[in-house]
């Protein structure tokens, strides 16, 4: 319940800041399944800023709705730093928005394969500036099971967003 709670805080943050100076949220989800989605619109008031969210979860949705090449998801995975940044950049197109997340992952219990582990998570956001767009990426090993790996990719998608809002001018 702890970490529900401190979801939802920082939903509520993000919101309040992303409001406040008219900045517009959308967000890519693969593992996260619509997760970061979700706790963004259980806040009231979320309308004024988050725009929408494409949970993409096979590789053939990641390919159509952020046009990643089938040679791409072939060579690296579905599950890595150059998918999550074409994901972070298309969703980012539609309705032009401001900022945005996406997440790839492997949440388990299988899925894992021998490079990347159960709680293997991609995270890139984008974010435009002066008419570009700047993409910023990490990595994360989470612990735990599913629904644990989950909340923490959720926990860390919002941490981002919620701090390269403090450093976002309004539009």
Known sequence: MKDKEMIARLAKRVIEIASEKKIRIAVAESCTGGMIAEKITDVPGSSNCFSHGVVSYSDEAKSQF????????????????VVAEQMAEGVIHYNDCDISVAV??????????????????WFSWAKKVEKKIVIESELHQFDGNREKIRMNATEVALRGIENRLKFSKST
């Open 66 to 81: 952020f046009k990643i090449k089938v040679d791409t998801l072939k060579d690296h995975g579905a599950v890595s730093q």
């Open 104 to 121: 790839t992952g492997i949440a388990g219990p299988s899925g894992a394969t021998e490079t990347k582990s159960i709680g293997t998570v």
